[in-house]
């Protein structure tokens, strides 16, 4: 198996990473490393065989955490913020229409971060609405609001 990073290598993270109940001393589903931090890579593995697994030294807040290959970007590669992250609770924010209009996502509505995109012109989520079962939406991160806003 081939990896993308080595030791001494400095990442960034791409989406926020969460104890998964392996790390000792945090709560399952406690933020432990915020996603855009730089931190070094100072071991590498693989999970089963087919995953390589990197455990990155985050030296703002001294944590060492395992971030899968996918997660993680070069520190120097170009960084867009996002406001919402995967599997977060959104509502549209305006009405959403898809097609010719086939499909119709009133103000609102509730939906769930299933994937984030960055591109040189701009945050776009993929979003899955209750109203829309089955249905996988490219929505702008300016069509969607907080679910408690």
Known sequence: MSFLWDVGDAVRVTSNVR????????????????????GTVVDVGTFLQTQAIYSVHFLDVDRIVGCREEELIGADEPWMP????SRERVRADKILAAGNGG????????GEILRVLRHAAGVVYHVHFECAPGRTLAVPESALVACGE
């Open 19 to 38: 104890d998964d109940g392996t790390f000792p001393g945090a709560a399952r589903g406690e933020l432990l490393i915020r996603r855009g931090s730089v």
């Open 82 to 85: 996002s406001v919402f992250e």
């Open 103 to 110: 499909l119709h996502v009133p103000k609102g509505s509730p």
